[in-house]
């Protein structure tokens, strides 16, 4: 009933919904709020995931997830689906599929590369259950540029690591995972066959996780080049390692500055949950 109920959900977002707002715009044109205390404001700060920044004349919206107040989540679809019409494929269903007594979510986006039903292509794991084998075959494409990878975690600790690295060194299955590619940096290097600044261009998104622990999501404003992108994870975020999700269809989940990306039809997601840890 939950899925029916979300399904009608989604198809009256589509049908009546105005373009979403970027983080910074949700509130442009409202009567301004009665000026809050600093120490208001550091805590509405703190619990604010994601912000926009420039890198290169590109606008990029980065989230953070911290193990210290998130907990992170694979979800390809309701578990109340009817067979074959498992996979969310918008962000807005799994936004109106999440019960009342779900814990708030922080953000979620697009996470790893799907065939022509929204199932993934390469290893996924949901709640500990693999739903797809590791993918080490060879062929066209984004996910096919060696070496591409996996980002997974258990519990509060989550990685980013090559496909051949996770295979031999990654012997317990992870809480969650996503296999994707190509990576975009590998040991603070950009992945070899990513040019400076190439010719193709996309609206792209990424994770990499920091030496602090913390996981970080980014998606492009705009279409932006692999150089450059893969460039900002290595020079600003400063990540060891970060992994390429997607590019055209990439798209958020950003319930604090009111937004919620409907383009086109997406395949597994990645959904940053607050833990109750460390919150404001």
């Keep these: 009933m939950r899925y029916a109920a979300a399904l009608t959900a989604l198809l009256s977002f589509t049908a009546c919904s105005p373009e979403p707002a970027a983080p910074g715009e949700a509130n442009a044109g409202k009567p301004k709020a009665a000026k809050s205390s600093g120490k208001d404001k550091a805590r509405a700060d703190k619990a604010v995931a994601c912000r926009v920044e420039r890198f290169e004349k590109a606008r990029l919206t980065v ?18 689906a009817p067979e074959g019409t498992r996979p969310y494929r918008h962000l807005a269903l799994l936004a109106a599929s999440r019960p009342p ?24 794991v949901e709640d500990g259950a693999r739903l797809q084998k590791l993918n080490r075959s060879e062929g066209p494409g984004n996910f096919h540029m060696l070496p591409n990878g ?47 600044d190439g010719v193709s261009t996309n609206i ?17 404003e705009a ?18 390692n970060a992994l390429y999700l997607d590019g055209k269809v990439s798209s958020l989940w950003d319930p604090a500055h009111g937004r919620l990306d409907n383009m086109a039809p997406l395949g597994p997601l990645i959904v940053v949950e607050q833990s109750g840890k460390g919150t404001p």
């Excluded at 060194?169 to 400076?196: K, N, Y």
Aim: aromatic share 12%; hydrophobic share 40%; glycine share 12%.
């Design 63 to 80: 989230c953070i997830a911290d193990p210290a107040r998130h907990r992170i989540a694979m979800a390809l679809g309701p578990k109340d």
């Design 101 to 124: 007594d779900a814990p708030p979510v922080a953000f979620a986006m697009n996470g790893g590369m799907f065939d022509e039903d929204g199932q993934p292509i390469g290893y996924y």
């Design 223 to 240: 279409p932006l080049s692999f150089g450059k992108f893969a460039r900002y994870f290595r020079d600003v975020l400063k990540v060891p």
């Design 150 to 196: 996996v980002f997974y975690g258990t519990g509060q600790v989550w990685a980013v690591s090559t496909t051949d690295d996770f295979a031999d060194r990654v012997t317990e299955r992870p809480d969650f995972a996503t296999q994707s590619g190509p990576m975009l940096v590998i040991d603070g290097r950009l992945h070899p066959e990513i040019a400076a």
């Design 204 to 220: 792209r998104n990424g994770v990499g996780v920091g030496k602090d622990g913390r996981a970080y999501f980014v998606i492009s």
